[in-house]
Every structure is written in structure tokens, then in C-alpha cells.
């Protein structure tokens, strides 16, 4: 139906950057918005960022000013921007896609396999 696929996930140290990606292909009629979120060791899913249809940007507030987000013109793809990278962003972080299947009144949400960053010394 509709596939959603990280990449771009490692390891890096303290203070460098990684650049995420993230595909939603398949069943859809249009995308309503996509997103990021990170689970840590221990903690729950928290947003990181998210993008919609009308360009509205949410950041969490652990990454505000650190990490920025972008959609291709196709609206089928988002990059994370991460910079200045500390430990506590070590997490698997998954994309998440809210869409239209149809011509309906309903969206769907659907979610990556998540990709693991780790930022250690």
C-alpha cells in the first residue's frame, strides 16, 4: 500500500552533522504532511520535526535551532538536517507520513522502519 523508507542514519561525534531522508511511496493520493520523530534508549517517540501540506514547520524543542526540515517540490520526500549533534539525539529515528489515499475525507499514517543515529565519542 504505502512504503515509507529511511536513510541516511550512523554515527558521528559530538558537535557534526547528519543528513536524514525519508521516501513515501505507493498508495497516495496526496500528502497531508510528513515528519520525523525519535525514540531514545528508555524514552517514548517525541517529535523532532514535521512539515505540511501548507509549509508549516513544528520542531520539537530539544532540536529547535539545531535541525531543519525540507520537502521536495513532489511533496514525497523530507530531509532532516541535523547539525550540532549531541549525545542525547542518540535514537532510532522513524519518518511519518500522514496521507490521503483517495479522495476522501480521512488520512492514513504510516510509518518507517526508523533509522539508528548515534552520537558518541
Known amino acids: 500500500q504505502v512504503q515509507i523508507v529511511e536513510s541516511g542514519g550512523g554515527s558521528v561525534q559530538p558537535g557534526r552533522s547528519l543528513r536524514l531522508s525519508c521516501v513515501a511511496s505507493?498508495?497516495?493520493?496526496?500528502?497531508?504532511?510528513m515528519g520525523w520523530y525519535r525514540e531514545g534508549p528508555g524514552a517514548q517517540r517525541e517529535l523532532v520535526a514535521s512539515?505540511?501540506?501548507?509549509?508549516?514547520?513544528t520542531y520539537g524543542d530539544s532540536v529547535k535551532g539545531r535541525f531543519t526540515i525540507t520537502e521536495d517540490g513532489a511533496q514525497d520526500k523530507v530531509t532532516l538536517q541535523m547539525t550540532s549533534l549531541q549525545p542525547g539525539d542518540t535514537a532510532v529515528y522513524f519518518c511519518?507520513?500522514?496521507?490521503?489515499?483517495?479522495?476522501?475525507?480521512?488520512?492514513?499514517?504510516?510509518w518507517g522502519q526508523g533509522t539508528q543515529v548515534t552520537v558518541s565519542s
Open positions: 511519518r507520513a500522514e496521507v490521503w489515499v483517495d479522495q476522501g475525507h480521512y488520512t492514513y499514517e504510516y
Open positions: 512539515i505540511d501540506v501548507y509549509g508549516k514547520v
Open positions: 505507493g498508495t497516495i493520493y496526496s500528502i497531508y504532511s
